[in-house]
């Protein structure tokens, strides 16, 4: 009978551990998780054509980096015409789509990029939007 006690002693302390080392496991992954989650996404708008990026101003948690966020963020940049709406027709693009994804999962990535037309950073306000963002013109 003490045998059977002692035997189920052993297999008690032995599940004890493995349920302890699981447990750690597990808070391990959702501190890093946590961590992932609340870095802060920069977003940019650049031109291709003649190397002009205006980063905007405030960042976006990567829980929260979501089209609606980002375009939220967008519409606070001050407008050539006040009360107008922005259009920037690469937000609608496929592949902006799955930059954003990549960018809400991927802890790598630091920043978003949106590649803009020069026509489309002409309907901002040029002035107040050199006021609020931080503008980068690289000379080639």
Known sequence: MASTWDTLDKIGIVVGIFTGL????????????????????????????????????GKIRRKNLTRA??????????????????????????????????????RDIHEVVIDCEPEDLQQFNQTRLAQVCVLNQEVK
């Open 22 to 57: 699981i447990s750690l496991m597990i808070w391990v992954y959702l501190l890093r998780n946590e961590k992932r989650d609340n870095d802060l996404i920069a977003i940019t708008l650049h031109v291709p054509e003649n190397n002009f990026s205006a980063t905007l101003p």
């Open 69 to 106: 966020e980002l375009q939220g963020l967008l519409g606070m940049l001050p407008m050539q015409e006040a009360g107008k709406r922005y259009q920037i027709p690469a937000l609608n693009d496929p592949a902006f789509f799955d930059g954003l994804m990549l960018a809400q999962v991927d």
